[in-house]
């Protein structure tokens, strides 16, 4: 979740009066830190750092912020686009945190830090997942993005993770489509239930929702009068999962449905 405009706007003008505050000659009560932000970049940048590591992130990004903007073509201007990134993604800014990590990656597509930036606004949409019950949108950038670390750079240890991260994001969708495959179900709408329950077995076959999906299309398919549909599907589940509750529980719709041809293998 970001923070609000008006946290954003106040964060804006926190920093635009320190610039001035220290352009004045500042308060004796002041952080050395912020009492002077118009300064040479490495102390900037070490002012920056600090809140960093005590944990002030919105100032930290801030001051980063301000690095680049006071310093565009030091070396440390490129360096503090990626502390940026990191602090606003830390503090939960995370849309701003996906906006600073692009603008380093649109500068500097071949840096060696290009990974983490990417990793960064992976874990930015990821973060962002909402429950199955709400628009899944943020869940396919967040698989799209995961997606992008590991076409770009397989072998990297981001990879590893981002490979974690997209059987759970899998997983989730699956989850998505079988909360709407039911729904459909409880309200007659066999066909549409259907259409979703198949998604799950085409689309997210090893998540964790794939044999309850086959087990779904058994009785939707008996729904709709067409028990060939419905024993083709009992036959994957139990090919696929056969000690599972899902496939005893087709076993037992098919033998109440076609219990001759069931108990004769047929």
Not at 9 to 35: H, I, Y
Not at 210 to 222: I, K, N, W
């Amino acid at each position: 979740m970001s923070v609000s405009k008006p946290v954003r706007a106040a964060m804006a003008a926190a920093v635009s009066s320190l610039v001035l505050t220290g352009c004045a000659g500042g308060s004796a009560n002041e952080p050395n830190d912020l009492a002077y932000v118009a300064r040479d970049v490495e102390s900037l940048y070490n002012a920056a750092k600090q809140r960093l590591d005590r944990g002030d992130l919105q100032v930290a990004a801030a001051l980063f912020d301000e690095v680049e903007r006071q310093h565009p073509y030091s070396p440390w201007a490129r360096r503090a686009q990626l502390m940026s990134a990191f602090s606003y993604y830390a503090a939960r800014e995370y849309n701003q945190a996906i906006r600073s990590a692009a603008n380093f990656l649109s500068i500097h597509p071949g840096n060696r830090d290009a990974p983490y930036a990417y990793y960064l606004i992976a874990l930015s949409y990821y973060e962002q997942i909402s429950d199955v019950e709400r628009d899944q949108a943020i869940t396919r950038q967040a698989l799209a993005a995961l997606n992008e670390i590991v076409r770009r750079y397989p072998d990297s240890p981001y990879a590893a993770d981002a490979r974690v991260k997209i059987d759970l994001v899998n997983d989730h969708l699956a989850g998505k489509e079988m909360e709407i495959g039911r729904f459909y179900e409880r309200t007659g709408q066999w066909l549409a239930a259907q259409l979703r329950f198949q998604n799950v077995i085409e689309q997210y076959q090893t998540t964790s929702h794939a044999p309850e999906a086959l087990y779904r299309l058994v009785e939707t398919s008996l729904s709709i009068g067409v028990p060939e549909e419905a024993q083709r599907y009992a036959a994957v589940l139990g090919a696929n999962y056969p000690g599972s509750e899902w496939y005893e529980r087709a076993y037992e719709l098919m033998q109440e449905h076609q219990p001759e041809r069931v108990a004769s293998g047929g």
